[in-house]
């Protein structure tokens, strides 16, 4: 049975951080692409940033230079940087997992934590 499970969201003001921790339970983790995605009501889920097994990244234009996903694949585990933080930044993030040895990275999904930027 595959859980992803978010963490670390909240409500912080403009300018300020947060680091989103996803914890895995799910086979060949090193072998998967795992991603972050995020929706507001009424939008799309979208792509903020991805990784791939070999490590390599990539962010919406929205997020980067402010945004930086990472991967511990000992723990099992994928993290979202988050610094300097906007409003237009509040959503529910999702962690996800692609199949193995494939470029996806939304064949699993995470329930998802709140994160609001707010003053």
């Known amino acids: 049975q595959v859980q992803l499970v978010e963490s670390g969201g909240g409500l912080v003001q403009p300018g300020e951080s947060l680091r989103l921790s996803c914890a895995a339970s799910?086979?060949?983790?090193?072998?998967?692409?795992m991603g972050w995605h995020r929706q507001v009501p009424g939008k799309e889920r979208e792509l903020v940033a991805s990784?791939?097994?070999?490590?390599?990244?990539d962010y919406a234009d929205s997020v980067k230079g402010r945004f930086t996903i990472s991967r511990d694949n000992a723990k099992n585990m994928v993290y979202l940087q988050m610094n300097s933080l906007k409003p237009e930044d509040t959503a529910v993030y999702y962690c996800?997992?692609?199949?193995?040895?494939?470029?996806?990275?939304?064949?699993?999904w995470g329930q998802g934590t709140q994160v609001t930027v707010s003053a």
């Open positions: 996800s997992a692609g199949s193995i040895g494939s470029l996806d990275t939304g064949r699993y």
């Open positions: 990784i791939s097994r070999v490590r390599n990244t």
């Open positions: 799910i086979s060949a983790f090193a072998a998967r692409g």
